[in-house]
DNA sequence: TTGTACGCGTTATCAA
DNA sequence: TTGATAACGCGTACAA
């Protein structure tokens, strides 16, 4: 081109040289009053007013190249439509906004290669921080994680040698407390649908469930668990299987998702919840509290979880000298009427048609359900 | 600062320059082989390996600037947690991811001033295009929608004159499809829980249901009519203060989040679906699939409005020179067990206690449901 | 084909 | 306080 600079964008819009012609000053003094640092009054005046007559507004990605910082934190979950992420997603948003940035969402299905490629990707530095959530964890993750150009935050297990911020939690005991809530009320033949044993939340609810039942000298019956998918369908196709070959009088699901599914699986057979078959879930999300009857659930704090991943993140990129980062989330039991034997009519099955339909009391469903800490 | 180029980036990390210099050619020669145009095989070779060595990858900020775009897609909704956004959300990513560029996810809730401080921020050309769904639309909207500098795309009504590419649905048909339905199945006392009235799909989902009664020459009743939130507790709270006046034999939700919350008021009062009360929902989500029985609702084509904003949205990013596009999806009717007056064995209400525990032949309830269309 | 040099729009430095 | 100018890292006319 060779051409003297312009005095407006190529698309025609407004930059600093245009404000700062307009307002007869240089480009140096028009950006220092737009930053708001130094400036006479009048020269603040006159390029305030240029600024506001052009209607300028900044450039993001100029200024980016010129600040190394973007603005924009990634958040890369296996599934967005489980309800356990859009909890994590609302208070990692919330911390996110607060520092004034902002969140860009990731789906990755959970597929591995989708993953280590999002982290390679941060290397294009498009992003000022990541928190990924990932079900597998591979060397190629370890790999990418080592050498990601820019900070990166591990909600969920990690090697303990993994030279990554990281926020976990212990899996092993909330499965133990929900074990420990089903044979206090009595049940003995305690089912277990998970998901996926290759995956790390699996394979640890998978040990976790076996060894609580050693716990309170319960023998597994392998009959009594069965595999399927984080999700409803699959959940309730898995317990279908289980409840075509053995009889429990409790089942605890791997997320809500498939306590869901177990739930209709046990509707679609007539058994009764929790009268026949006491039911627990784990995440704590929405969901439990949108079944009928409502799920008792293991919550895994992924809210809270999320909230600290984004403020480990945070401090983080204000300070990237900091020593890699370790912290537990506690797990706790929420009970709920799906599980609950103190209060019969809390635990009502769904309607049987020999109701008078003009006693329209409606009972109390939407109670916030007893919580249970380790 | 003063001093000559350095051949690294501020932090250490390789530029064009660090590769240029290591394979002994020129910035302009190095660029040009990783962008994969011209350069001699030796040169060629020389900076492949050179970039290789050094672990180059290229800044996305500064080809950013360079190239005026950035690859970045905006998604506006108003609640990241209703299942009907999750299926728009997934559509539109599939479009997007498959251009090549990245979905970033905000979520509004649907609070006015978020969203056109959304849209104004568009002028920071931060990202190359925005797909926003709002569910009330002010002046404010329409002004920051008609000088925004890049493209945007409405997801929902909009006045006629805005010049805005927009895809909608008639969701006055939808409701229409409904009441038809139930009417058919012999219902006259339809009830009908709504989303806020100040809002453009509750606004329209009001008229067509007053509508679609008149049609039938059913006078409207406003006892059996209930507004609260497009949400499960909001729902659910709105139908036991319905049910607590009036005695439907159908209900129409708007939405399937509240219609779930329909669902369990109604079990709370003992009321069977649908043997005593018809259920239809809207949005037909996941979450009609999801509760038991499975929830007959009308589809406004989410995914595929979503699917074809992200189109639109392409297409015009490619050439900003096209007249404003308006497409609509047309509304259909999906009949499942809520509603359901065939087969009343899809229909059976969740478990009594009286069932032989050892018949463990699962009912059908994954049947795909009916689809009826306009 | 190769290298020089400029521009993308902004902020920061330094001398006046 | 102000203005000229150098970066930020990249792509690409243009001339060689």
Redesign the pocket.
Known sequence: ??????Q????G????????ARA????????????G????????RKVREAAAEVG????????S????RTGLIALAVEDIGNPVYVAMMRAIEAVVAESGRQLLVHATGGQVDNETALLRRLAH?YVDGMIVSPIRVTDAHLEALADSPVPVVVVGQLPEDAPVDNVRTDSRTGVALAVDHLVAAGRRRIGFVNGPLDTVPGAARDSGFRAALATHGIEVDERLIEVGDFQYAAGRAATERLLARALPDALLCANDLIAVGALHALYGVHRSVPQDVALVGMDDTELAQMAFPQISSVSLGSATRGRRAAELLLERIADPTLPPRREQVAPSLVVRASSAVTSATDAVTPATTDVTADAVTPTAHGLPGVEVTA
């Open positions: 081109m060779g051409r003297k600079r312009l407006s964008a190529g698309d819009r407004p930059t600093v040289h245009t404000v700062a007869g000053v240089s480009i140096a003094s028009a950006s220092r009053v737009l930053n640092v130094g400036g006479s009054p009048e020269t603040v300028y507004v900044p450039n993001a990605i100029a200024r190249l010129q600040s190394q530095r």
